[in-house]
């Protein structure tokens, strides 16, 4: 009787956990950065140890490298071959015009953290009902640090850059190359290094934090940088709708908590500690940091404002939303982002 009882026991324990291994959810995450970026060192890692925390165990994270290049990657969540990436909006050319709105130039400086905040907050009050998204679910938003100039040469003024073969990505950047009337060169940030030291490229537009996960300092000595940078770029991290059949209500429930606004920020404070980092190192390489003028500064503000203009009227008409309402919104929420606490102390040690 009690050999019977304890098989009996035994089958209902083993049931019990399998029943409990096949419950457990794993969301794919899609990642298209190297492996030393703070998306894959800290933002990933620590979304992960906070949905599991937050779901006891029943969700987790799981990164998969080069699934395929940045331009694919929402058609690759929207298609189910991942469950969750992130978006550089702008290696979409065409597809995301709202996404221009927290990219433009403000000439004040401010963390990417607090900018990411307002973005989100900006996202949900006025962007998401455009569907620029479909296909897929935003859960974050994000902003890169300030935008700066980094060449072979030194550059004081926007003269000095005309005609120049320079980096650009999408966006406002690409935008902004024309208006300075620079030669653009679109590519990744990966191939910025091997483009400058072949002397394909004569600078780049980029972040300071890629002065030292791109290499970009040991080829480019000079920096042209203005308050709040040239532009920003933008980002959202998506997921496949489907993931939330996966699981339950309570754990939809839980993993929307730790991401939205928090994860927002995370990817935010990701950017600016990696921009600390950047300048350190392009400093220990004797590096030179020039200040637009302020002449200069007048005309990248008219340059701004035109764009602007130019960029609400567009959106207004096409995508039904008050553009100029929403980059307002944008700017208050700026400011009530610095009043909050930071994310950082919910980001693990280990990852920081």
């Known amino acids: 009787m009690n050999k019977t009882t304890g098989l009996m026991l035994g089958t209902l324990t083993a049931a ?24 894959n060192t800290m933002v990933w890692p620590t979304w992960k140890s906070w949905i599991e925390e937050a779901t ?9 490298h080069d ?18 990436t992130w978006v550089f909006h702008g290696y979409n050319t065409g597809r995301f015009e709202l996404t221009k709105l927290p990219e433009f130039p403000t000439f004040e400086d401010f963390s990417s953290e607090n900018a990411s905040a307002a973005y989100w907050r900006t996202h949900l009050e006025h962007l998401a009902q455009a569907g620029e ?62 483009a400058g030291s072949q002397g394909v490229i004569d600078g780049a537009m980029l972040v300071p934090e890629g002065l030292r996960s791109f290499r970009v300092a040991e080829i480019f000595p000079y920096t042209l940088k203005v308050d709040g940078g040239f532009y920003r770029g ?10 939330w059949d996966q699981m339950s209500a309570e754990d939809r429930e839980a993993v929307e908590a730790v991401s939205g606004e928090r994860l ?25 940091f020039t200040e637009l003028g302020d002449d ?45 606490e930071s994310v950082g102390d919910l980001v693990p040690d280990d990852y920081k």
Do not use: C
């Open 296 to 340: 200069d500064l007048e005309t990248l503000r008219g340059i701004s404002d035109d764009m602007i203009e130019a960029w609400a009227e567009s959106v207004s008409a096409s995508r039904d939303v008050d553009a100029m309402a929403a980059i307002e919104f944008f700017r208050e929420q700026l400011a009530a982002a610095a009043e909050e």
């Open 234 to 243: 933008s980002f959202t991290i998506v997921v496949n709708p489907m993931i």
């Open 264 to 288: 927002s920020r995370l990817f935010g404070y990701m950017m600016d500690v990696s921009d600390v980092r950047g300048v350190a190192f392009a400093e220990e390489q004797g590096h030179t």
């Open 133 to 194: 998204h479909r296909g897929v679910d935003v859960v974050a938003a994000g902003v890169h640090g300030p935008g700066w100039i980094f060449s072979s040469e030194q550059y004081e003024t926007l003269d000095d850059m005309k005609g120049k073969r320079i980096r650009v990505g999408g966006g406002v950047m690409g935008d902004l190359s024309n208006a300075l009337e620079l030669t653009g060169v679109a590519l990744p940030p990966t191939g910025v290094y091997e």
């Open 56 to 64: 006891e165990g029943r969700v987790t994270v799981e990164v998969v």
């Open 16 to 39: 019990i956990m399998s029943t409990s291994a096949l419950a457990q959810t794993t969301i794919t995450v899609s990642t298209w950065a190297g492996p030393n970026h703070g998306i």
């Open 67 to 84: 699934m395929g290049p940045p331009a694919s990657q929402m058609e690759m969540v929207a298609d189910g071959i991942a469950d969750a």
